[in-house]
């Protein structure tokens, strides 16, 4: 019984009806077929939904891009950061909705219709927008724009929504060659190296490149892996050499293994890339200073793991949690640093200074307190950011811990210009209000916790 209702759930038009009929269903009380159904029955339901979302993003963001009224405000500037602060994401996330969003409510009115009707799923449709909006962009006419719908809709029945990228690209590529020929060019300048947090004490780095310039940074990568072999190959012969005319019958000893044989090929470019990066910051003649202090790489570990004594993670800056026997090996390698935090909460300990400029022990303790910006989700490094006055020294807005915060340049000037409201507190936490009277709760951090 349950498993006819399933295949009727699973054809019924998505809506609120189906979604209550589905809802009462526990998917564990079905034979293995029938949860299949039911899960496919599930994501039909979430197209219908997003496609209601991406008119309600369209609603708070406008049909098209706000324009800029001043020098320190750009495009969606103020929308971008309302749907960034309600649904909790970074403003390039928020960013990239509202493009999407608007690309498929005021363009691809088939494609809005098929996500509606759960005929393609949210990853597809936003492919699908992506792919297309430069040539929309550009002017493609509508004849053109329909063909790509309909060829992108055919093929997602039965393909992935990479696919569908790709065939999307294909079209646009036969049906207007030469703007896709300055699509591509714009492309270049889209160019970028990004990173990313991942678990485990790792992090992804993405270089998007244009594809000649990418064989030339793997070239690079194998040739030194190539010339580290190289070199290893020599000075093991060398051992031989002296091992034979010694007399030493240990030709076999673990001396002799060249060191890092066992990495995969993965491993080793991995490597390479980092000493490659390493040789630059050490060949490096010009003084680079952000708050008056030379690059860093900065590690926060409490005193009884730095001493052997506790196994408590330390904090990468930049990244987050790394285990102890990270910490304490590149603590060892370091410039020390104390700070004293409370000892119930973990924040760093308040005190106040009198000029506008803030000495060099304030700078450091606001970057160690804050470590990114404090608006919320941003992930802009404090090391990076503004020292910004929460109450304005015009005003009569102390310059100390308590009013003294990391404001990446974008939400420094939301705040001066854009009509955000910040109120900031003692233990380094600040209350945000949008223009719209929403209010946003930024908590202080401790230490020795991730942000």
Known sequence: MRTQLVSRLLTAAPGIDTLTSL?????????????????????????????????????????EGSKSDDIFTGVDDAEREDVAA??????????????????????????????????????????????????????????????????????????????????????????????????AERARDTRRVSCFREVDGLSTIVAILPAEDAQIVMKAI???????????????????????????????????????????????????????????????TVDVKLHRRPV??????????????AENPGQLAGYGAIPASVARALASDGKWQRFITDPQTGT??????????????????????????????????????????AQSWESGGETSAANLGALCRRHHRL????????ESHPDGSCTWTSPLGKIYEVPARPMLEAV
């Open 222 to 284: 194998e040739n030194f892996i190539h010339a580290q072999v190289a070199s290893e190959s020599i000075s093991l012969g060398k051992k031989s050499a002296v091992s034979t005319q010694s007399g030493s019958d240990n030709q076999d000893s673990d001396s002799d293994v060249i060191p890092g044989q066992h990495r995969s090929m993965d491993m080793k470019r991995a490597d390479a890339l980092t000493s490659i990066a390493t040789w630059s910051l050490q060949q490096s």
């Open 296 to 309: 860093t790489v900065n590690v926060t570990i409490d005193l009884p793991t730095l001493l052997g004594l």
């Open 348 to 389: 760093l300990l308040d005190y106040g200074r009198e000029s506008y400029e803030p000495p060099q022990a304030l700078v450091d303790f606001l970057i160690a307190r804050d470590r990114t910006c404090r608006f919320p989700g941003c992930r802009q490094s404090a090391a990076r950011a503004d020292l910004d006055h």
């Open 86 to 183: 309600a649904l909790r994401m970074s403003t390039g996330t928020a960013q990239i909705r509202i493009d999407v969003a608007r690309t498929l409510v005021n363009h691809l009115p088939n494609v809005c219709s098929a996500l509606a009707m759960g005929e393609i799923s949210p990853a597809h449709a936003t492919v699908i927008a992506r792919e297309s909006a430069s040539a929309i962009r550009d002017g493609m006419g509508p004849a053109h724009i329909y063909s790509i719908e309909q060829s992108a809709l055919a093929y997602a029945e039965f393909h992935t929504p990479t696919q569908v990228a790709n065939k999307v690209r294909t079209t646009i590529a036969k049906l207007a060659p030469e703007p896709f020929e300055e699509i």
């Open 415 to 422: 705040k001066t210009h854009g009509g955000w409201k910040l």
């Open 23 to 63: 809802f009462a269903i526990d998917p564990f009380d079905l034979p293995a077929p029938a949860r299949i159904d039911y899960l496919s029955a599930l994501e039909r339901q979430m197209s219908w939904l997003q496609a209601m979302m991406q008119r309600a993003i369209v609603a708070v963001a406008g049909e």
